[in-house]
């Protein structure tokens, strides 16, 4: 799989990004037996397309009664998305745990820096209260390849979390501080701690799983700036179905890395590309899913920027799903 897998790591442009999609795309609209099959029933022939924009989205919703696999060789390992309320779980199958790590590390460093300036306090109690989180794996070795001491996850013990932050801060020790919106307004409404931008980042990955009310993005982050004291809180936009993620530095705008792109579909036919500041159906292309599909209708509503696009919410059919859920 090298063969996908470097390129995508040296795209620089819009013509390496398409040629490498193109690509891939060729490669699992042929071995990916689920993929293949939702292509045939479009009546898509696939030597037509000749940009990214023109390939077959694959509902996310897919997912959750398939496995979305090119069958190269058996799955390792799976993550497991968070079936709220009792609803259905999807399962993403991967057949290299080593891609997901290596993606893990070269996104962070893309917008972050090196992992070893940070300590990494994650307070994810919903998460590390089920197997198969695509996040807490995603955690644990930024843990591990930071090799912070200080590092490590929360569920509901959020003295010792306070005492930890108030200690690496009187270090001037770099904070990276990810939370469940829900877990990181209870703790910021206790625990008034007032960080620096320049030594903390507090970043929030959506959903109150059922323990509050649903807020804009604009509410929650101002409680959460009002309780850390900083100017700007971070957002992550990952599903389990993904391997790469979007950041947002504030503002609930993101960005993605090089090898990841979001296209937009127009709401009453997601077949057209929505224009630039128009609401529509959020279609990423990670091409980090080698082994899966690369190419995902999410179900989520947003809009594309001059820089970046921000998440609106969902549509009305579709499920509430875990990471970033907030309506924006």
């Known amino acids: ?11 620089r442009d819009e013509s390496n990004f398409n040629e490498c999609a193109l690509k891939l795309f060729r490669y699992q609209a042929e071995h990916v037996p689920v993929y293949k099959e939702y292509i045939r029933l479009l009546k ?55 891609i997901y790590d ?93 960080l620096s931008a320049s030594h903390a980042i507090v970043m929030e990955t959506g959903g109150m799983k059922g323990t509050r009310r649903e807020m804009v993005r604009q509410e929650v982050h101002e409680l959460l700036c009002k309780g850390s004291g900083l100017d700007t809180i971070h957002s992550e936009y990952g599903m389990t179905e993904l391997l790469s993620q979007a950041y947002s530095t504030g503002k609930g705008i993101f960005e993605t890395p090089p090898w990841m792109k979001i296209v937009t579909g127009e709401s009453h036919d997601p077949f057209a590309t929505a224009s630039i500041n128009d609401t529509g159906i959020i279609k990423v292309i990670d091409l980090a899913n080698i082994h899966s599909c690369a190419f995902i209708e999410t179900g989520d509503l947003g809009r594309m920027l001059p820089q970046g696009f921000e998440i609106l919410g969902r549509m009305d059919s579709s499920e509430l799903r875990g990471c970033n859920l907030m309506i924006g």
């Open 1 to 11: 799989m090298n063969d996908f897998l470097k390129p995508i790591f040296l795209i």
């Open 44 to 98: 898509k022939d696939i030597r037509t397309i000749r940009h990214y924009s023109e390939i077959p989205f694959l509902p996310v919703s897919v997912f959750k009664n398939h496995s979305i696999s090119d069958q190269v060789k058996t799955p390792e390992f799976f993550f497991s998305s968070s079936g709220t309320s009792g609803q259905t779980t999807s399962k993403h199958y991967l057949a290299d745990i080593g």
């Open 102 to 194: 290596e993606v893990t590390i070269k996104c962070f460093r893309h917008f972050f820096g090196d992992p070893k300036h940070y300590c990494f306090l994650a307070l994810l109690p919903s998460y590390l209260e089920r197997p198969g989180s695509s996040l807490v794996y995603m955690m644990q070795h930024l843990i591990a390849t930071g090799n912070h001491p200080l590092s490590g996850f929360y569920l509901y013990n959020h003295e010792e979390l306070a005492e930890k932050i108030t200690l690496l801060k009187n270090k001037n020790e770099k904070i990276f501080l990810i939370g469940v919106t829900y877990a990181l307004l209870d703790f910021f409404e206790k625990y008034h701690i007032p």
